[in-house]
């Protein structure tokens, strides 16, 4: 009997104790722990932006937080990418009637498999039959926003794809790459580059040409371009001597995934007659089907190749700039960079007068590079 109360009294000493810890954390404005949800961790969004790009990501969110800061840290869940939703902005002076942005979840460094990709779809894609029937409402003006959501579906899709490739629970990084932006116009950029209607077949989505071979702008040694004003994303040229091994883009090839034809994806494929600035390498995703909107086949998984840009010269259109910025390792060290330039003389952190080479006066313009009558200070001759 004594030791069957001394084990009640243990037992009410235990509930007493929970009570206490329980009551402890909700004084201390700490909610109950839930052995099931996953500690918050850092995740990342990064933007991988192409040589030319008038629609710029400006913001994303999930369900959980409204502002996802693009390039900076925050914690979350590692269901944060449900409810994803990127916000872009129409640079450019034309109307967005179509577009679609790649979600890349690159691996490790170690690991060489490839990386898994996952489209965001605003209508159809432009270089699809379906964009022909596309809804004329659904636009992105000059100077508006649009958005581009992971819908619950693809959502589902998205995460049996991930588990599937071998990648943890716990995925932290996640790049942006806008694929295909369609135009009212009839153009479209894929990559960066810019396509114009086929004239022998002007209504064909799927039949573009690249704009340098219809206007044949081929330049064997092109340079950097050297002007003060603005040009528009339709002009834009090749700026470097080409890279070995880099091509210019062919075209995106559509494959049927499946003997129906019913799911299928596209194919970047490069033009190995002419060098340029791309090369492709293979990622995983999901084929798609098309019905009011891109679907998710999550039942059918396949290696597609896609688009990588090769490290080249940044358009750079300054004439006082030293040299133009590399894509992928920005300026030389102890050179400042101002958009694409590379600066070797006083250009950040500009503090007015104190900035300026001895014996001079000069006054920072807003970007933060000091000039002295109009003209931007040069290092003083050694």
Known sequence: METKSSLVRILWSLAYLSVAVVALRVANGSPPSRPWASPPQDRTVTRKPWRVEPVKVV???????ENI??????DDDDDWLEGFTVTVINTSDKTVTAMNIEMVFRREPSDSRP??????????SPSSPE???????????????GELSLSTENYQSLRLLLQRAGYPTNIKRMELEIREVGFEDGSMLLAGTLYLPDPNHPNDPTKRIRADKIFHHHRKNPQVPKSSSQVSFSKASLTSAFSTQCYAI???????CDESSFCHTWNDLVDDFQEGYYT???SLV?????????HTC?????????YVECCHPLECYDPNADEAANSCSGCPEDYDQIGNCCYAYYTSGCSYSSDCPEGQACECPPEGRPVTDGEPVRNPPS
């Open 59 to 65: 913001a994303a969110r999930n369900k959980k937080k």
């Open 69 to 74: 800061e693009i390039g900076k840290a925050f």
């Open 115 to 124: 990386p898994v990709a996952q489209d965001l779809y605003f209508g159809p």
């Open 131 to 145: 964009y022909l029937h596309r809804d004329p409402n659904k636009v992105i003006k000059p100077g508006e926003n």
């Open 250 to 256: 062919d075209y995106s090839s559509l494959q049927h």
């Open 280 to 282: 492709t390498e293979d």
């Open 286 to 294: 999901n084929c798609t089907y098309t019905s009011n909107g891109e």
């Open 298 to 306: 999550s039942n059918v998984l396949i290696e597609s190749p896609r």
